[in-house]
């Protein structure tokens, strides 16, 4: 069974706190994407990465920081400088990289909330 | 930033209906894509457009693609109340989206 995985579903941290959110596929995809949606809102793309071991800076990096030490996975950590974290965040991939055909698949999400 | 810019933000139709949403974008492109949102999950692909393309079908999906005018159009066919979602556009050069058209379809 193929797919995007993002785990938890829902997330409750501490203000101050930082956090890690898990996005894992298993589709062999080279890309991978960060992006934050906030209530009735558009997506913003956060970081993304084409390759293992590299990654670029989305539109709104500031306050989070990315990894990518495997195909497969590419944890987002939502630093204790982010302002403003709580919202819903959606991790997607895709085979090609940048203006391939390919379609972009998207995990289920994680909804953030700091107290 | 690149992203494609949907309007209207927000419509309302009766099951039975048609729904038309429009998608501008502002730097050249070499195909575009529109995805589907419901309600607290992620986006689905719905259908992609190449921009030697002026129009594709899926379904009771219909798009076109006006490169002169950077602008494309999504346009579903006998809506149903299933078809309530969020609607974005977004082209393969980024990946950028704009805050996508809400349609809510009354049964």
């Known amino acids: 069974d193929g797919g995007i995985t993002q785990s938890p579903k829902y997330l409750f941290r501490k203000e101050g706190q930082n956090v890690t959110l898990s996005c894992e596929q298993n589709?062999?995809?080279?890309?991978m994407y960060w992006y934050r949606q906030d209530p009735g809102q558009g997506l913003r793309l956060i970081y993304y990465?084409?390759?293992?071991?590299?990654?670029q800076k989305g539109d709104i990096a500031e306050g989070y920081s990315v990894s990518r030490e495997k195909k497969e996975s590419f944890p987002l950590t939502v630093t204790s400088a982010q302002k403003n974290p709580t919202a819903f965040y959606l991790c997607?991939?895709?085979?090609?990289?940048?203006?391939?055909?390919?379609?972009?698949?998207f995990g289920p999400g994680t909804r953030l909330t700091v107290l | 930033s690149q992203q494609g810019e949907e309007d209207p933000q927000a419509l309302s139709i009766q099951e039975g209906e048609n729904a038309t949403m429009n998608c501008s974008y502002k730097?050249?492109?070499?195909?575009l894509q529109w995805y589907r949102q419901n309600s607290g999950r992620g986006l689905v692909h719905l259908i992609l457009?190449?921009?030697?393309?002026r129009e594709k079908h899926s379904g009771r999906l219909r798009v076109t693609l006006d490169t002169s005018k950077k602008s494309s159009s999504l346009l579903i066919t006998a809506s149903r109340a299933a078809d309530t979602a969020s609607y974005f556009c977004?082209?393969?050069?980024?990946?950028?989206f704009g805050a996508g058209t809400r349609l809510t379809v009354k049964p």
């Open positions: 977004a082209h393969n050069r980024d990946m950028r």
């Open positions: 589709l062999n995809h080279d890309a």
């Open positions: 457009i190449r921009s030697n393309e």
């Open positions: 990465s084409q390759i293992v071991n590299d990654f």
């Open positions: 730097t050249s492109i070499n195909n």
């Open positions: 997607a991939s895709r085979r090609g990289q940048t203006g391939s055909t390919d379609t972009q698949y």
